[in-house]
């Protein structure tokens, strides 16, 4: 099992940034790949960044650019950093982790960007 922990969601001005993180805990010597998803009211869930175990990285395509993933492995934890935020970006965003062959979840944070 994989416990996950978001923080750092909020309200901000269009154009600021935010950062969330995302503690892991349990079998995380298991984990391939991390990454953010976020889910907006009437939308389904979208990737917005993803790291591998060995570094690689993705974005969504309407975060590039604006959005940065990072890890620090010996604190366990996620990072996304996002600047120039735009009122779209408005939605749930989730951490999460692929294990083996099992996703796990956090219980998600909200941000909310007003125009």
């Known amino acids: 099992q994989v416990q996950l922990v978001e923080s750092g969601g909020g309200l901000v001005q269009a154009g600021g940034s935010l950062r969330l993180s995302c503690a892991a805990s349990g079998r995380i010597f298991n984990i391939n790949a991390m990454g953010w998803y976020r889910q907006a009211p009437g939308k389904q869930r979208e990737l917005v960044a993803r790291i591998t175990r060995t570094g690689v990285t993705n974005y969504g395509d309407s975060v590039k650019g604006r959005f940065t993933i990072s890890r620090d492995i010996a604190e366990n934890t996620l990072y996304l950093q996002m600047n120039s935020l735009k009122p779209e970006d408005t939605a749930v965003y989730y951490c999460?982790?692929?294990?083996?062959?099992?996703?796990?979840w956090g219980q998600g944070t909200q941000v909310t960007v007003s125009s």
């Open positions: 999460n982790a692929l294990a083996g062959l099992s996703n796990y």
